[in-house]
């Protein structure tokens, strides 16, 4: 039979230019992409032979064959599948030119990223062996043929198809690479690369070298295997084999979920929080593998950022094996998957979180990770409170909110809580005192992602949140007991107002009385509906100065006796400053004039 040339259409040498030159972030993927080709033309001989055994006939054992050859340039995968036909080919390795309906091309826009994500969805896997060839060949003869055939081309306009009495059953793949793609060639750059995508393909793969062969691939999933074949110490193997790291794993999840979406999972979370945990850029350390063959491990919207300490992988036959895999950021199979993941990692979370000890250690490493999931809008927001752990003034010890809420007083219709950097500073914090000497609880948040979420996830259970400087006469409702002592008369405090915003002039907005109040002369709070002091604190931690900063209230304890005091003196200016200073100590910020202040506190000293 003679040679049959089929021209490719002007659209599809569009198409597949994107491909060779755009499509794949690493050129090394190509024999990611054979392998998978060759297991699935496996699979599918071994499934037809369950009811017609002679097309396997002397097959012997289902394999794959990666064969360098220096000499002649080139790299040889083969495998023992079901083969193609002459229209096979045509429709199988002509995807590209086969899919070109009118359709499909008039949706190609010009716009790269959109259409290769559009490309994705033609299957056009086998063309990226064009990212590293001149020149690719395929030998092949269909299970049960007794036609063979090649088929031939350079990836440009076109591709030829002609009759081979000598082909193999099965498929030759023979790249002839291009001069700078010569790696290709060395035997242990191949190792590692079938080790890293196809190590868990269901069939052998074999090396030749020097006519040696060696299997690479160690050919079995772990997490295919049922649990109860699989030991506590091959668990733990597997887990610092995908980690990278050397602790034990504080929990592991192994599931298989059958329903709209079928897939199967091997998750754990580490005992200990990598050093990556807080990096902006961390990559993802859970690998997506389809079928068992590995299609990434750096697909960010695989799991909640949240749960971003979680490690293992995921597997499905619910996603096609094709190009998209480069681009599955919206999904719908792994939107599924990631919900219903979600669900279960909280789930298991929360019968962990009974064991107060246990919870605790984790609750150390990984809660300021897991409150993110407070401040984004999910439907595992509950799920995620109910997990959250939290200091309060109730004690030295980790409280939840529902029992923060069976603290409450009947009348307490809120939340409270306050936000800082440090734990001791804000057990100490004058704006605590008020509510210390009503006996209302407060929260005691030290995480920088408390600064957000009690700004969006606005209540639990019915109860709102609230920032204590913003509790404002809410707690004269209370039926508990009030801050005692002798209050200032009206005419002395509105002076002595006056006089502090005159000493203190620009270093604050404004001066109040703090009726509320009880043992600190001073204190610093900001208006409703401002940043706190902590968050713009944080603000200028990040060069951001002045755009951020907020309306600074100094209030004036009108029952303390050194205000008395201060009311009768003629010139309290140096004791309005020094207790000013004082109180931004108290609040956690830094002075503006340390040297100034201890001058102030010297020459007071002296006096005294």
């Known amino acids: 039979m003679t040679q049959e040339k089929i021209e490719f259409q002007a659209e599809v040498a569009k198409v597949l230019d994107i491909v060779i030159h755009s499509l794949y972030s690493d050129k090394e993927i190509f024999l990611r992409e054979l392998i998978s080709n060759g297991a699935d033309a496996c699979e599918k001989l071994r499934y037809t032979g369950l009811t017609h055994p002679e097309l396997v006939g002397k097959n012997g054992e289902f394999r794959l064959t990666i064969t360098p050859d220096k000499k002649a340039g080139s790299l040889t995968i083969t495998d023992n599948g079901i083969g193609m036909n002459h229209d096979d080919l045509v429709n199988h390795l002509g995807t590209i030119a086969r899919s070109g309906s009118a359709e499909f091309f008039k949706s190609l826009s010009g716009d790269k990223q959109k259409d290769m994500a559009l490309i994705g969805q033609f299957g056009v896997g086998f063309y990226a062996s064009f990212m590293v060839a001149d020149k690719v060949r395929v030998r092949t003869r269909k299970a049960g043929d007794e036609k063979g055939w090649v088929w031939e081309s350079e990836g440009a306009g076109s591709y030829t198809i002609e009759e081979d009495k000598d082909a193999p059953n099965g498929t030759s793949v023979i790249l002839y690479l291009k001069k700078d793609e010569k790696e290709f060639l060395d035997t242990f750059r191949l190792r590692h690369l079938i080790k890293q995508y196809s190590d868990f393909v269901p069939f052998p793969i074999y090396l030749t070298e020097d006519k040696k062969e060696e299997k690479i691939n160690a050919g079995s ?13 091959q668990y733990k193997d597997f887990y610092q084999s995908v980690s990278k790291a050397f602790d034990e794993p504080w929990e592991t999840l192994h599931l298989h979920v059958e329903g709209v979406i ?13 050093h990556t945990l807080f990096q902006p850029d961390k990559p993802t350390n859970v690998s997506l593998y389809v079928n068992q063959v590995f299609i990434s491990n750096d697909i960010p919207d695989i799991m909640p950022y949240w749960l971003r300490f979680m490690t293992g992988v995921i597997d499905t036959k619910d996603l096609p094996l094709n190009v998209s895999r480069e681009m599955l950021q919206q999904t719908p199979v792994l939107t ?5 993941l979600t669900k279960k990692i909280l789930s298991a979370l929360a019968k962990r979180a009974e064991k107060t000890e246990e919870y605790a250690h984790f609750w150390k490493g990984f809660g300021a ?3 993110e999931g407070l401040y984004e809008p999910s439907e595992n927001r509950e799920e995620v409170a109910k997990l959250c752990r939290f200091y309060s003034t109730h004690d030295a010890n980790l409280t939840t909110l529902d029992e923060y809420i069976g603290r409450m007083p009947k009348e307490q219709e809120k939340i409270y809580f306050i936000t800082g950097n440090d734990l ?3 057990r100490h914090h004058p704006q605590l005192e008020s509510f210390a000497a009503r006996g209302v609880e407060v929260l005691l948040l030290t ?3 408390d600064e957000f979420w009690t700004n969006t996830y606005p209540e639990y259970a019915g109860k709102r949140f609230c920032a ?6 809410e707690l004269d409702k209370l039926k508990t007991k009030k ?8 005419d002395k405090l509105d002076k002595l107002i006056a006089k502090t915003k005159e000493v203190l002039d620009k270093q604050v907005q404004s001066v109040e009385s703090g009726e509320q109040l009880v043992s600190s002369p001073m204190a610093l709070t900001t208006g409703m509906g401002q940043m706190s002091l902590h968050m713009e604190r944080l603000m200028r931690a990040h060069g951001q100065k002045t755009a951020f900063e907020s309306t600074r209230i100094l209030q004036i304890n009108p029952r303390h006796p050194l205000i008395h005091k201060l009311a009768d003196m003629e010139k309290p200016d140096d004791y309005i400053k020094l207790l000013f200073d004082q109180t931004l100590v108290a609040e956690g910020e830094p002075l503006p004039d340390a040297a100034d202040f201890a001058r102030r506190l010297t020459d007071l000293m002296l006096r005294g």
Not at 262 to 274: G, K, Q, R, S, V
Not at 336 to 340: D, E, L, V, Y
């Open 262 to 274: 079928d897939y199967t999972a091997l998750m754990f979370i580490p005992t200990e929080p990598p």
């Open 447 to 449: 995480d920088p992602i």
């Open 468 to 473: 204590i400087q913003h509790a404002g006469s």
């Open 221 to 233: 999933a772990l997490w295919t295997r049922p649990k109860s074949e699989i030991t506590p110490a």
């Open 336 to 340: 599924k998957i990631k919900q219903g």
């Open 483 to 490: 801050p005692q002592g002798e209050m200032l008369a009206k």
């Open 369 to 371: 990770v897991l409150k």
């Open 424 to 426: 001791d500073i804000l």
